[in-house]
């Protein structure tokens, strides 16, 4: 086989060999090296954790070069639970990990943006009326205005505003929805508590004294199996493993029965339940 490939140029061997001839001395420039090596180089790590839409506030080490996050990884440094049930090591989730990728990613939101259709018209209303509910009314009463915005939706076309404009087109916006419809077609979520218990309370709190409709704020996650919750007491997968251990209540996730009247939608199924009778419930 070896005469085979000596026939061709490409498998000859050139220059300097060692390791009986196993091995072969190369000449060329590797500073391309240098690349990967400076990719996990850092100057020193910090404790923190991320926003991105988090329940759990989970600690990282990140690794910062020049002022700049280069990557990070789990903490590992958390007590230890009781014996008898599952420790919390290692915390973090993927969304933690490729979280210094969104920092400085062009997709990351800095700033407001708005449709520009809608933008434009209400614009132009502010420069009719002097009031913004009247502006607001002058978009609304024309159909042709109203539909030209609307029809507009899905179809992308953000551009960069600032919150002074903004807030006055959304308080506009809720003045003259409650006076033509009641305060109760207000309805809107603010963050999960444990992602930042300002941000949840001022939304909440401005919808309850409004008379508004305070949606779930979990239900814009869709990241769980339906009534996981409700099966497990709360929405913490974490608790929700202690609670499973507890319980030694064991689930199976799998699709529904053909008899099912909700076709097509995922099932959790809870199966051999102790202590409870022996009683055996299908969620």
């Known amino acids: 086989m070896s005469k085979l490939l000596d026939r061709f ?11 009986d ?10 500073d391309w090296e240098d690349s990967y090596r400076q990719r996990w180089q850092f100057d020193k790590i910090v404790r923190s954790t991320h926003g991105v839409n988090c329940t759990g506030s989970c600690s990282w080490k990140i690794y910062v070069k020049n002022g700049l996050v280069t990557w990070e990884t789990q903490q590992t440094d958390y ?6 049930l599952p420790n919390h090591e290692p915390r973090g989730c993927p969304r933690g990990a490729s979280y210094s990728w969104y920092l400085y990613s062009a997709n990351r939101l800095k700033y407001p943006l708005v449709r520009r259709k809608l933008i434009e018209l209400w614009r132009e209303a502010l420069g009719q009326h002097s009031d913004p509910v009247l502006a607001w009314n002058a978009i609304m009463n024309d159909p042709q205005k109203s539909q030209s915005y609307k029809q507009a939706r899905g179809h992308g076309g953000f551009i960069r505003s600032n919150w002074k404009e ?10 003259w929805t409650i006076k033509h419809y009641g305060p109760d077609r207000v309805a809107g979520f603010s963050p999960i508590p444990a992602m930042s218990m ?34 497990l007491g709360g929405t913490d ?22 008899a099912d009247p909700y076709p097509g ?12 009778q022996n009683h055996c419930h299908h969620a």
């Not at 903004?166 to 003045?175: G, M, S, T």
């Not at 709190?205 to 919750?229: E, H, I, K, M, V």
């Open 9 to 19: 140029r490409y498998f000859k061997l050139k220059g300097e060999t060692f390791a």
């Open 21 to 30: 001839g196993h091995g072969q001395v190369m000449h060329t420039n590797r």
């Open 79 to 84: 007590p230890r639970t009781r014996p008898d």
């Open 166 to 175: 903004l807030n006055q087109l959304i308080a506009a916006a809720n003045v």
């Open 198 to 231: 300002v941000s949840y309370a001022a939304g909440t709190r401005y919808l309850s004294l409004l008379g508004g409709t305070c949606l779930s704020f979990y239900d814009w996650y869709c990241d769980l199996p339906p009534r996981l919750a409700d099966d």
């Open 237 to 258: 997968r974490r608790a929700g493993i202690r609670r499973l251990v507890q319980l030694q209540l064991y689930h199976r996730l799998g699709v529904e029965r053909a």
């Open 265 to 276: 939608r995922p099932l959790l199924y809870r199966s051999a339940l102790q202590r409870h």
